[in-house]
């Protein structure tokens, strides 16, 4: 399996509150990505990275923003945490050419806003 | 952004051949159209990928005709094993910020 992390793995928070979310990879792969994944929805793109300090916003973006400072690590941030934001969060990795080359994905970030 | 519509659900008997198809459209001829497999409180993971005609790995086969504007997911000789959620991704590269595309994934139910 694709040496990928998430952390944490579960989270209870209260609205109104800063949230960062983690994702580490041992791959050394160019692309990151960060999804949600709800109900009805499927996953949605809510963030990737091409390289360090290069991103690029996905279809739901409004109110998460990312930074990745080094190759390992891609951060997503809530600044000030919703209900609506309450789903699970998955980070990708994928060690392609392009954008939409194979992703392998980590085991998810449960977020619940109170 | 690319438009994907998957049918919801489908069942199979163990050994049979399951077929699901994804209608989507404003895809770029450049585009790569992949599926991945998710089972419940797991992330997503890889089946096949191809941008035109047919693609065939060691656990499914893709085909895609000319138009590209939908995609077969062909999964030969099912077992209770393959039961899953089953998702679609298209890549959009128009004007804007390139964007990807899930479809809402299909629910395949294999029965012995």
């Known amino acids: 399996d694709a040496g990928i992390t998430q952390s944490p793995r579960h989270k209870v928070t209260e609205t109104g509150t800063p949230v960062t979310l983690r994702c580490h990879q041992t791959?050394?792969?160019?692309?990151m990505y960060w999804y949600r994944q709800d109900p009805g929805h499927g996953l949605r793109l809510i963030h990737y990275s091409y390289g360090v300090k290069d991103t690029d916003k996905g279809e739901v973006s409004d109110g998460y923003s990312v930074s990745r400072s080094k190759t390992e690590d891609f951060l997503l941030t809530l600044e000030s945490a919703t209900s609506s934001q309450t789903s699970v969060y998955f980070c990708a990795i994928s060690a392609g050419t392009g954008v939409d080359d194979e992703q392998f994905f980590g085991p998810g970030t449960r977020l619940t806003v109170l | 952004l690319a438009k994907t519509t998957q049918p919801i659900s489908m069942d199979s008997y163990e050994g049979q051949e399951v077929n699901i198809t994804c209608s989507h459209n404003n895809i770029a001829t450049n585009d790569y159209i992949t599926w991945y497999q998710q089972f419940p409180s797991q992330g997503p993971r890889f089946i096949i990928q191809?941008?035109?005609t047919k693609v065939t790995n060691e656990v499914a086969s893709l085909f895609i005709p000319a138009d590209r504007k939908s995609s077969t997911l062909s999964l030969p000789r099912v077992s209770l094993s393959d039961t899953a959620v089953y998702y679609c991704?298209?890549?959009?590269?128009?004007?804007?910020?390139?964007?990807?595309?899930f479809g809402k994934g299909t629910k395949l139910s294999v029965i012995p």
């Open positions: 791959e050394n792969h160019r692309y």
């Open positions: 191809g941008y035109k």
């Open positions: 991704l298209v890549g959009d590269g128009g004007a804007g910020s390139y964007q990807l595309t």
